[in-house]
């Protein structure tokens, strides 16, 4: 049965990100303080699309934020710090009404610096997901809460030695494993919903999928698509519809911020490489290659330059060269605010389990890496907005 818009007014969703005082997470956190304070108009990125118009959608006013992050100051501080924000709306952030629990750090995720001491260290998958399951907890009567959703927009990890395919849960209970699937696992368990925003093989283990329908919780992944991705999939799309032959794509990201270090290294770029090369496996170009390079001069601004070699009519060659520039975190936050407004009102109208039709706001979503740009977002109008 579905909500009426007076209980939907009348609740508080609930938002736990895992690397909560990043620049994502900050991004996250001063926008819907700034919406709250009616700093900024309230509108959002595909959800205030006009498909979306009759579809009752919470209100970012209503979500009440928290999370977990490897640093000990203060929400606020960092976003000031960051810089990547106006100064008027990183103010804005209450600190008070914002906790933050101490990330989970295995050896499979990057090295931690001077400034991360705010950090547990679990020894196994239950011992990581009995304290992000007391958290969530604390979270849900500190906040009077009843619904939660869980974003992993931590740094990305190492690969692991686990198979992933077909995978019983149980077989890892007392073994080490990277913290991604301990968040997933105890979101879960919670009754809390989950998004995976990076590109981790968290999603790949299919009892993960099993324990999420049983427990009525959703699931949506993998690896945000805030840019370039997009861009690139869409002018695919175009050019395949004019019968433009694509014979080489080469892209190149330039980041300056903690992410831009991290996947500048051959250890922990490899998933964030293959999703964003998989994205044009629709498409088939002879050469496809994507490169990224840390600018720490670049900061939140992240650079894209992409060379396009194509073939037209009667053996023509076409060049395509584009360049654009812009904050990764805004971009991040918005598509993230969409998320969590269209699992919400999924949870609304009993969806559980993984959810294929988000795909559209992923580079190499579940289950649709076969389709078209337009195809995820037919997809997506339908489970949602049609009447």
Avoid at 134 to 159: E, L, Y
Avoid at 329 to 343: E, F, N, P, T, W
């Amino acid at each position: 049965m579905e909500e009426s818009n007076e209980s939907l007014c009348a609740r508080k969703l609930g938002v736990m990100l895992v690397g909560a005082l990043g620049m994502n997470g900050t991004a996250l956190l001063g926008g819907i303080s700034a919406l709250k304070k009616g700093l900024v108009v309230e509108e959002y990125g595909t959800t205030s699309h006009s498909a979306f118009a009759e579809v009752p959608l919470i209100s970012a006013k209503l979500m009440e934020v928290g999370g977990w992050d490897y640093s000990s100051f203060s929400p606020s501080q960092k976003a000031r710090d960051y810089g990547h924000m106006p100064e008027v709306i990183a103010a804005s952030i209450n600190d008070d009404e914002i906790p933050v629990f101490p990330g989970l750090w295995t050896r499979f995720e990057y090295p931690l610096d001077d400034s991360q001491k705010f950090v547990r260290h679990p020894a196994t998958l239950a011992e990581g997901v009995k304290l992000v399951s007391d958290d969530i907890a604390a979270f849900r009567s500190r906040t009077g809460c009843d619904r939660i959703i869980v974003v992993f927009i931590g740094t990305p990890a190492r690969n692991s030695e686990m198979s992933t395919s077909d995978l019983l849960l149980a077989r890892y209970d007392k073994q080490l494993v990277p913290s991604g699937l301990m968040y997933a696992v105890a979101a879960v368990n919670s009754g809390a919903h989950f998004i995976d925003f990076t590109p981790s093989g968290t999603l790949e283990v299919s009892d993960l999928w099993r324990l999420a329908e049983s427990q009525g919780v959703q699931l949506a992944g993998r690896d945000g698509s805030t840019g370039q991705t997009m861009l690139k999939v869409t002018l695919a799309e175009m050019l395949s519809r004019r019968g433009i032959r694509i014979n080489a794509w080469y892209s190149t990201n330039l980041i300056g911020n903690h992410d831009g270090l991290v996947l500048s290294q051959a250890d922990y770029a490899g998933a964030k490489l293959a999703d964003k090369t998989d994205a044009l496996r629709t498409s088939h170009p002879e050469f496809h290659r994507v490169a990224i390079e840390y600018c720490p001069p670049w900061g939140d601004a992240k650079e894209a330059w992409d060379a396009v070699e194509c073939t037209t009519w009667l053996g023509t060659p076409l060049s395509i060269r584009i360049n654009w520039r812009g904050h990764d975190s805004q971009l991040a936050g918005l598509i993230i605010l969409d998320l969590m407004r269209l699992v919400d009102r999924g949870a609304s109208v009993g969806k559980r389990g993984f959810q294929p039709q988000l795909g559209f706001f992923f580079k190499r979503p579940f289950m649709r890496e076969d389709t078209t740009i337009s195809e995820r977002w037919m997809e997506l109008i339908a489970a949602y907005a049609s009447r």
